[in-house]
């Protein structure tokens, strides 16, 4: 269920994003980087049992924690430049 609350808490983090608040925004970030933090410890230990499904699924969460990372980082390199 950790994923499913650290989801929960980037959806009550979205209305911030938009209206490009910085504290939400890095709140964000942060999150986020935890995710891929304990995605990556998942991953390992789905790759010692060799769950070939759970790799999968992990592998897609981290897919899509990095995307949203890139993402992050690339809203705040924009509005540095602004």
């Given at each position: 269920?950790?994923?499913?609350?650290?989801?929960?808490?980037l959806?009550?983090?979205?209305?911030?994003?938009?209206?490009e608040?910085?504290?939400?925004?890095?709140?964000a970030?942060?999150?986020?980087?935890?995710?891929?933090g304990?995605?990556?410890?998942?991953?390992?230990?789905s790759?010692?049992?060799?769950?070939?499904?759970?790799?999968?699924?992990?592998?897609?969460?981290?897919?899509?924690?990095?995307?949203?990372?890139?993402?992050?980082v690339?809203?705040?390199?924009?509005a540095?430049?602004?």
């Open positions: 269920l950790i994923p499913l609350f650290f989801g929960v808490f959806i009550f983090c979205f209305k911030g994003l938009k209206n608040n910085k504290i939400i925004s890095h709140i970030v942060l999150l986020t980087l935890l995710a891929i304990g995605l990556s410890m998942a991953l390992k230990g790759m010692d049992r060799s769950d070939d499904m759970a790799i999968i699924r992990v592998s897609i969460m981290m897919i899509t924690s990095v995307i949203a990372m890139i993402f992050f690339k809203s705040f390199i924009d540095r430049k602004k």
